[in-house]
T-cell receptor, first 115, second 114 residues
Framework: ETGVTQSPTHLIKTRGQQVTLRCSSQSGHNTVSWYQQALGQGPQFIFQYYREEENGRGNFPPRFSGLQFPNYSSELNVNALELDDSALYLC??????????????FGPGTRLLVL | AQTVTQSQPEMSVQEAETVTLSCTYDTSESDYYLFWYKQPPSRQMILVIRQEAYKQQNATENRFSVNFQKAAKSFSLKISDSQLGDAAMYFCACLSSNTGKLIFGQGTTLQVKP
């Protein structure tokens, strides 16, 4: 167990709807990264949050947005859901310290199905 | 841009034998980290081993070790004394210390035969 938790574990939505996924980071970590993993593929970086601000973004459209809270937990919001958004969404927590970025530890993921 | 390539979609090994998973990467950065993660069917991504690019010594973690060839941009994972619990999808990944972006390979599915 990594200490990173995500909710919900599974979610079914219809096209055009909006969804919010949640992540609680490991104790002592100040950075949260989100990844999208399509079936049978490697995870793709969506964005990263550090000290409540976006700290880097992958090739995802603006309808993918996020938040980080003072306790370092985070949300991923996806608007106007499309069928291709069906995937496993992974959250990873890490710590940015004097030595730079540290290892990312992953949560169990949220499986999103868009119908 | 960083890329990570795993050329073996599937591998199999007999229990108690040794297997090596291949990974090559490309990056223009001088400061980066390399990782192997394991993802069992239960889907939680678990860290197997980590290598700092500035370290010449290959990382080891119990039955897991890496062969890091920086000039060749190669980072293979060796699993010794394979166990049934090692069966999973294995991902090689490269972390840029500048961007915090973790780039993953396509994964290698490892089957362990009893």
């Amino acid at each position: 167990e990594t200490g990173v938790t995500q909710s919900p574990t599974h979610l079914i939505k219809t096209r055009g709807q909006q969804v919010t996924l949640r992540c609680s980071s490991q104790s002592g970590h100040n950075t949260v990264s989100w990844y999208q993993q399509a079936l049978g593929q490697g995870p793709q970086f969506i964005f990263q949050y550090y000290r409540e601000e976006e700290n880097g973004r992958g090739n995802f459209p603006p309808r993918f947005s996020g938040l980080q809270f003072p306790n370092y937990s985070s949300e991923l919001n996806v608007n106007a859901l499309e069928l291709d958004d069906s995937a496993l969404y992974l959250c990873a927590s890490s710590s940015i310290g004097a030595g730079g970025l540290e290892t990312q530890y992953f949560g169990p993921g949220t499986r999103l199905l868009v119908l | 841009a960083q890329t990570v390539t795993q050329s073996q979609p599937e591998m199999s090994v007999q229990e108690a034998e040794t297997v090596t998973l291949s990974c090559t990467y490309d990056t223009s950065e001088s400061d980066y980290y390399l990782f192997w993660y394991k993802q069992p069917p239960s889907r939680q991504m678990i860290l197997v081993i980590r290598q700092e690019a500035y370290k010449q010594q290959n990382a080891t973690e119990n039955r897991f070790s890496v062969n890091f060839q920086k000039a060749a941009k190669s980072f293979s994972l060796k699993i010794s004394d394979s166990q049934l619990g090692d069966a999973a999808m294995y991902f090689c990944a490269c972390l840029s210390s500048n961007t915090g972006k973790l780039i993953f390979g396509q994964g290698t599915t490892l089957q362990v035969k009893p």
